[in-house]
């Protein structure tokens, strides 16, 4: 460790640690625009310029490494000089498009200029354009302008060094250099809106959110990604009820900084409930109903056939649903009402993969495309696998009275008719749905449910790591979570109190439940809490955790899951 003294207050740091982070750590904000965490130093913006005592030049910070008694003078009079300098040099050519760029209340160019710019320009010749090289598409998901571009290469230093694709590169030179696909590749890699993520201005924004909705008036929620089981912490970004999209939170033990376009664009699918009232089938008729009528029909079916026999139910849970969730489903069909067959089936899907420099060999990898087979596993949920009861629907060996499904998109296959066919062999089949598929289309009572974004819980990602997401959007009226669902059905055997909340539920499982023992629901102790719900504020989760060094990253995230962590 270091002790530096920056503008009389003195801090100490971790030996690893520039200049630029020691000011951080003593409450400075030096003003920068290249330099990010996790990528390489380059000095290119010359924005973060400082004194240091016994150096007779004026020093980029984010270069100089700090020692032991430094004496660093970040407000001076010589310093700011530079800054104001270099600022009015990067906007003699930024076009003044505040109003009608999407960077606009999240841009580190605005910010830099308020705090550290002359308020008027001193130039009146015509701003250097890049005909044809703006509003361009460069890839599936970004658009790139070059007249905003100041060349802080941070895109081209994400390309190469954490997705390791290096499809960006500065062509030309000098006053006429942008950044440009290189040898006319696309930006086409499964990080590429990370790209735009790094950019500090508008020179590349996302297709998907452009021009949709000003950033000041978007709410956060942080939240997980169910896209497979990393478990990538996220915000989502919402207003009115609609989500927007989908941003990366720093977690250093997770996801680090980042997050793969496939779960990034996932935002979009929890907007709308394709229901929103319980739906009974039978003898040819649908009807929309009320909730009270749609659950005593549940219990009407399921007792029926457990007086007959209690294996005549098979409860088909899911790696989607919260682990709070699956806790109150093992509880309410194998405890109290005495079915002994309560599974979930996760799938494997494309192989998901994340830059994290805590884990063994760099990257976190995640097989299965659902959050939370741990917890459902955790919470008494028995994966379904060879001989299951699952397993023998679908062969044809066993026929249930009532199938109970608690996540109509439980996996892919629920869009293959031949699947669907074996499941209705059931003569009462129940399912919570929300979007419409051919399972909700073949179920005897349907259940409308939130999404993602309208609920709260935790999931245990790969890792073994007990995660929390919080309620973004109150779901629409009439529309439960799963959670409330089970609760409600579970009052009419007098075993739950409809009035529990996830809270509640955590706090009454957490002594059963595996890795859950001494987590507090409100605490740090639960990953993900004490996380940035923003980007821009990376550097301060990194300074605050003093976990500069990869090796006790891996070490925290190995104490808090009591596993190594790394590749399966």
Not at 121 to 133: I, K, L, M
Not at 335 to 343: A, D, L, N, R, S
Not at 420 to 425: D, K, N, S
Not at 470 to 478: C, G, R
């Amino acid at each position: 460790m270091a002790k530096v003294t920056v503008d009389g207050r003195t801090v100490e740091v971790p030996d690893t640690t520039n200049v630029l982070e020691a000011c951080r750590a003593a409450g400075v904000d030096v003003p920068h625009f290249c330099y990010h965490p996790r990528l390489s130093i380059v000095g290119q913006c010359r924005m973060c310029m400082v004194e240091i005592e016994g150096v007779p030049k004026i020093q980029a910070s984010c270069t100089v490494p700090v020692r032991d008694g430094m004496v660093v003078l970040a407000s001076s009079e010589k310093a700011l000089a530079a800054r104001n300098a270099t600022m009015e040099f990067l906007l003699i050519n930024h076009p003044l498009d505040c109003p009608i760029c999407d960077q606009a209340g999240e841009c580190k160019l605005q910010d830099n200029a308020v705090a550290a710019g002359l308020p008027v320009s001193r130039t009146v010749e015509p701003r250097r354009q890049f005909p044809g090289y703006d509003r361009t598409s460069i890839g599936p998901h970004v658009i790139a302008d070059m007249t905003r571009c100041i060349q802080c290469t941070r895109c081209i230093r994400f390309c190469s060094e954490i997705s390791g694709t290096g499809e960006l590169s500065l062509i030309e030179r000098g006053g006429h250099a942008f950044v440009w696909t290189h040898e006319g590749k696309e930006l086409d890699n499964a990080w590429s809106a990370c790209a735009a993520d790094v950019c500090p201005v508008g020179a590349l924004t996302t297709k998907e959110f452009r021009f949709r909705k000003r950033v000041w008036w978007l709410d956060k929620a942080r939240s997980v990604c169910d896209g497979c089981e990393i478990g990538c912490n996220v915000s989502i970004e919402h207003r009115d009820r609609v989500v927007y999209r989908f941003l990366p939170r720093v977690n250093l033990a997770v996801n680090d900084f980042w997050m793969c376009d496939y779960g990034r664009f996932r935002a979009e699918e929890l907007n709308g409930n394709d229901f929103t009232r319980p739906v009974l089938r039978k003898a040819g008729t649908t009807r929309e109903t009320h909730w009270g009528e749609a659950l005593d029909a549940v219990k009407a079916a399921v007792d029926a056939a457990v007086s007959k026999d209690p294996a005549s139910v098979l409860v088909l849970g899911s790696a989607r649903l919260s682990t709070e969730e699956s806790w109150l489903l093992a509880q309410l069909f194998k405890g109290t009402v005495g079915v002994p067959h309560v599974e979930f089936h996760a799938d494997l899907g494309p192989e998901r993969r994340i830059k994290n420099p805590a884990v063994p060999g760099g990257w976190l990898v995640g097989r299965e495309a659902a959050p939370n087979s741990r917890g459902a596993e955790a919470a008494g949920v028995a994966r379904a696998g060879k001989g299951s009861a699952l397993a023998r629907l679908l062969d044809g060996s066993y026929t249930p009275d009532v199938l109970y499904v608690a996540d109509a998109e439980f996996t892919s296959r629920v869009s293959d008719p031949e699947f669907i066919l074996a499941l209705c062999r059931a003569k009462t089949l129940v399912v919570h749905g929300r979007r419409t598929n051919l399972l909700t289309d073949a179920a005897d009572i349907l259940l409308p449910v939130a999404s993602l974004a309208g609920k709260e819980g935790t999931f245990v990602n790969v890792l073994g790591l007990v995660q929390r997401f919080q309620l973004a959007i109150v779901p629409p009226p009439i529309v439960r979570t799963d959670l409330e669902v089970l609760l409600h059905l579970g009052k009419r055997w007098n075993a739950f109190d409809p009035q529990w909340t996830a809270k509640a539920v955590f706090e009454r499982m957490k002594g059963t439940v595996p890795g859950y023992a001494g987590l507090e629901w409100d605490s740090a102790g639960l990953v993900g809490n004490d996380a940035s719900a923003s980007p821009t504020s990376a550097y301060d989760v990194l300074l605050e955790r003093r976990l500069a060094n990869p090796a006790e990253i891996l070490a925290a995230v190995a104490e808090a899951a009591g596993t190594a962590g790394g590749e399966k």
